[in-house]
Protein backbone atom coordinates (compact mmCIF):
# COMPACT_ATOMS: atom_id res chain seq x y z
CA UNK A 1 0.00 0.00 0.00
CA UNK A 2 1.35 3.66 -1.16
CA UNK A 3 2.11 5.82 2.35
CA UNK A 4 -0.03 8.43 2.80
CA UNK A 5 0.44 12.16 1.98
CA UNK A 6 0.71 14.52 4.69
CA UNK A 7 -2.89 15.96 5.84
CA UNK A 8 -1.31 19.47 6.67
CA UNK A 9 -0.34 20.74 3.36
CA UNK A 10 -3.25 22.52 1.86
CA UNK A 11 -3.98 23.50 5.42
CA UNK A 12 -5.50 22.08 9.15
CA UNK A 13 -8.87 21.60 7.82
CA UNK A 14 -8.48 19.29 4.83
CA UNK A 15 -12.16 16.97 3.90
CA UNK A 16 -11.73 13.62 2.13
CA UNK A 17 -14.66 12.48 0.34
CA UNK A 18 -15.19 9.10 -1.20
CA UNK A 19 -18.44 7.12 -1.96
CA UNK A 20 -19.31 3.85 -1.92
CA UNK A 21 -21.50 1.86 -4.00
CA UNK A 22 -21.11 2.74 -7.84
CA UNK A 23 -20.88 -0.84 -8.98
CA UNK A 24 -23.81 -2.74 -7.87
CA UNK A 25 -27.30 -3.10 -8.99
CA UNK A 26 -29.36 -2.26 -6.09
CA UNK A 27 -29.36 0.53 -3.74
CA UNK A 28 -28.54 4.05 -3.54
CA UNK A 29 -24.78 5.24 -3.51
CA UNK A 30 -23.71 6.59 -0.26
CA UNK A 31 -20.74 9.21 0.28
CA UNK A 32 -18.79 10.32 3.34
CA UNK A 33 -16.88 13.48 4.33
CA UNK A 34 -14.62 13.28 6.70
CA UNK A 35 -11.93 16.43 8.60
CA UNK A 36 -9.34 14.51 10.46
CA UNK A 37 -8.33 15.87 14.04
CA UNK A 38 -4.46 16.09 13.89
CA UNK A 39 -4.46 15.72 17.41
CA UNK A 40 -6.40 12.58 17.66
CA UNK A 41 -4.70 10.07 15.20
CA UNK A 42 -6.46 6.88 14.36
CA UNK A 43 -4.64 4.02 13.27
CA UNK A 44 -5.37 1.03 10.47
CA UNK A 45 -6.93 3.79 7.94
CA UNK A 46 -7.05 1.80 4.71
CA UNK A 47 -9.05 1.43 1.35
CA UNK A 48 -12.31 0.41 3.12
CA UNK A 49 -12.57 -2.17 0.86
CA UNK A 50 -8.90 -3.66 2.03
CA UNK A 51 -10.19 -4.27 5.59
CA UNK A 52 -12.22 -6.83 7.63
CA UNK A 53 -15.59 -6.04 7.84
CA UNK A 54 -15.10 -6.42 11.60
CA UNK A 55 -12.16 -3.56 11.20
CA UNK A 56 -14.59 -1.22 9.35
CA UNK A 57 -16.69 -1.19 11.62
CA UNK A 58 -14.78 -0.69 14.55
CA UNK A 59 -13.17 1.86 12.67
CA UNK A 60 -16.68 3.53 11.72
CA UNK A 61 -17.06 3.90 15.60
CA UNK A 62 -13.83 5.29 16.06
CA UNK A 63 -13.85 7.93 13.19
CA UNK A 64 -16.99 9.58 14.27
CA UNK A 65 -15.98 9.85 17.58
CA UNK A 66 -12.12 11.40 16.66
CA UNK A 67 -13.12 13.81 13.78
CA UNK A 68 -13.22 17.38 13.57
CA UNK A 69 -16.35 16.48 11.32
CA UNK A 70 -18.03 14.49 9.25
CA UNK A 71 -21.01 14.07 7.08
CA UNK A 72 -23.20 10.98 5.41
CA UNK A 73 -24.87 11.69 2.34
CA UNK A 74 -26.35 9.26 -0.37
CA UNK A 75 -28.01 9.46 -3.50
CA UNK A 76 -30.88 7.82 -4.69
CA UNK A 77 -31.85 4.87 -6.95
CA UNK A 78 -34.12 7.36 -8.71
CA UNK A 79 -31.42 9.92 -8.99
CA UNK A 80 -28.92 6.99 -10.24
CA UNK A 81 -31.54 6.37 -12.84
CA UNK A 82 -31.99 9.86 -13.68
CA UNK A 83 -28.46 11.53 -14.14
CA UNK A 84 -26.66 8.19 -14.56
CA UNK A 85 -24.16 6.44 -11.40
CA UNK A 86 -21.20 8.65 -12.00
CA UNK A 87 -23.26 12.19 -11.86
CA UNK A 88 -24.82 10.36 -8.66
CA UNK A 89 -21.52 9.32 -7.35
CA UNK A 90 -20.68 13.37 -7.54
CA UNK A 91 -23.88 14.36 -6.43
CA UNK A 92 -23.62 12.46 -3.31
CA UNK A 93 -20.26 13.81 -2.24
CA UNK A 94 -21.10 17.33 -2.46
CA UNK A 95 -23.81 16.61 0.04
CA UNK A 96 -21.60 14.56 2.64
CA UNK A 97 -19.22 17.59 1.99
CA UNK A 98 -22.27 20.05 2.67
CA UNK A 99 -23.54 18.07 5.92
CA UNK A 100 -19.89 19.06 7.72
CA UNK A 101 -20.20 21.10 10.54
CA UNK A 102 -16.98 22.84 9.80
CA UNK A 103 -16.24 24.45 6.77
CA UNK A 104 -12.57 22.24 4.78
CA UNK A 105 -10.13 24.38 3.75
CA UNK A 106 -9.85 22.42 1.09
CA UNK A 107 -11.37 18.90 -0.22
CA UNK A 108 -9.36 15.64 -1.59
CA UNK A 109 -12.03 13.58 -3.48
CA UNK A 110 -10.99 9.89 -4.27
CA UNK A 111 -11.07 9.45 -8.03
CA UNK A 112 -10.38 11.67 -11.23
CA UNK A 113 -13.40 13.88 -11.18
CA UNK A 114 -14.42 17.21 -8.20
CA UNK A 115 -18.10 17.44 -7.59
CA UNK A 116 -19.77 20.64 -8.02
CA UNK A 117 -20.80 22.88 -5.80
CA UNK A 118 -18.17 22.65 -3.26
CA UNK A 119 -17.43 25.19 -0.66
CA UNK A 120 -13.72 25.51 -1.47
CA UNK A 121 -10.88 24.32 -3.72
CA UNK A 122 -10.67 20.67 -4.45
CA UNK A 123 -8.33 18.54 -5.67
CA UNK A 124 -9.06 14.81 -7.71
CA UNK A 125 -6.60 12.33 -5.85
CA UNK A 126 -6.33 8.78 -8.05
CA UNK A 127 -6.24 6.26 -5.72
CA UNK A 128 -7.00 8.49 -2.59
CA UNK A 129 -8.37 6.01 -0.11
CA UNK A 130 -5.28 4.28 -0.11
CA UNK A 131 -3.01 7.66 -0.22
CA UNK A 132 -4.75 9.98 2.11
CA UNK A 133 -6.16 9.24 5.51
CA UNK A 134 -8.98 11.70 5.39
CA UNK A 135 -10.14 9.93 2.22
CA UNK A 136 -9.97 6.38 3.87
CA UNK A 137 -11.64 8.12 6.72
CA UNK A 138 -14.57 8.62 4.38
CA UNK A 139 -14.83 5.60 2.45
CA UNK A 140 -15.17 3.42 5.70
CA UNK A 141 -17.95 5.65 6.65
CA UNK A 142 -19.42 5.17 3.14
CA UNK A 143 -19.35 1.34 3.14
CA UNK A 144 -20.33 0.39 6.15
CA UNK A 145 -23.06 2.77 6.08
CA UNK A 146 -24.26 1.71 2.82
CA UNK A 147 -23.79 -2.09 3.72
CA UNK A 148 -25.69 -1.44 6.75
CA UNK A 149 -28.61 -0.09 4.78
CA UNK A 150 -28.57 -2.79 2.45
CA UNK A 151 -28.58 -5.52 5.33
CA UNK A 152 -31.59 -3.81 6.14
CA UNK A 153 -33.06 -4.28 2.64
CA UNK A 154 -32.44 -7.95 2.49
CA UNK A 155 -34.71 -8.84 5.83
CA UNK A 156 -37.78 -7.16 2.90
CA UNK A 157 -36.34 -9.53 0.05
CA UNK A 158 -35.09 -12.32 1.49
CA UNK A 159 -34.62 -14.44 -2.05
CA UNK A 160 -31.78 -11.97 -3.69
CA UNK A 161 -29.47 -12.40 -0.65
CA UNK A 162 -28.12 -9.03 -0.56
CA UNK A 163 -26.26 -9.34 2.66
CA UNK A 164 -24.16 -11.42 0.84
CA UNK A 165 -23.72 -9.72 -2.53
CA UNK A 166 -24.65 -6.18 -0.78
CA UNK A 167 -26.31 -5.64 -4.34
CA UNK A 168 -22.91 -6.45 -6.77
CA UNK A 169 -23.91 -8.47 -9.69
CA UNK A 170 -22.74 -11.74 -8.18
CA UNK A 171 -23.39 -15.16 -10.04
CA UNK A 172 -26.21 -15.82 -6.99
CA UNK A 173 -27.95 -12.26 -7.73
CA UNK A 174 -28.05 -12.57 -11.55
CA UNK A 175 -29.65 -15.82 -10.92
CA UNK A 176 -32.32 -14.56 -8.34
CA UNK A 177 -33.19 -11.60 -10.81
CA UNK A 178 -33.85 -13.81 -13.60
CA UNK A 179 -36.00 -16.13 -11.27
CA UNK A 180 -37.49 -13.35 -9.10
CA UNK A 181 -37.63 -10.03 -11.46
CA UNK A 182 -36.31 -6.62 -9.99
CA UNK A 183 -37.33 -4.95 -6.72
CA UNK A 184 -37.90 -1.46 -5.74
CA UNK A 185 -34.40 -1.17 -5.29
CA UNK A 186 -32.72 -2.09 -8.63
CA UNK A 187 -30.98 0.55 -10.98
CA UNK A 188 -33.28 0.17 -13.91
CA UNK A 189 -30.52 2.16 -15.99
CA UNK A 190 -28.15 -0.82 -15.23
CA UNK A 191 -27.53 -3.24 -17.70
CA UNK A 192 -28.07 -6.58 -16.04
CA UNK A 193 -31.56 -5.10 -14.69
CA UNK A 194 -32.25 -3.15 -18.07
CA UNK A 195 -31.67 -6.48 -19.56
CA UNK A 196 -34.83 -8.08 -17.12
CA UNK A 197 -36.97 -5.39 -17.95
CA UNK A 198 -36.86 -5.59 -21.20
CA UNK A 199 -38.04 -9.10 -21.37
Known sequence: M???VSQMYFGDLIAGTDEAGRGPLAGEVVAAAVILDPNRPIAGLADSKKLSEKKREALFIEIQEKALAFGIASASIEEIDEINILHASMLAMSRAVSLLSVVPEHVLVDGNRIPLNLPCPAEAVVKGDSRQAAISAASILAKVTRDRDIVKVSKIYPEYGFEKHK????????????????TPIHRRSFGPV???LEG
Open 2 to 4: EPF
Open 194 to 196: KKI
Open 167 to 182: GYPTAQHLAALRLHGI
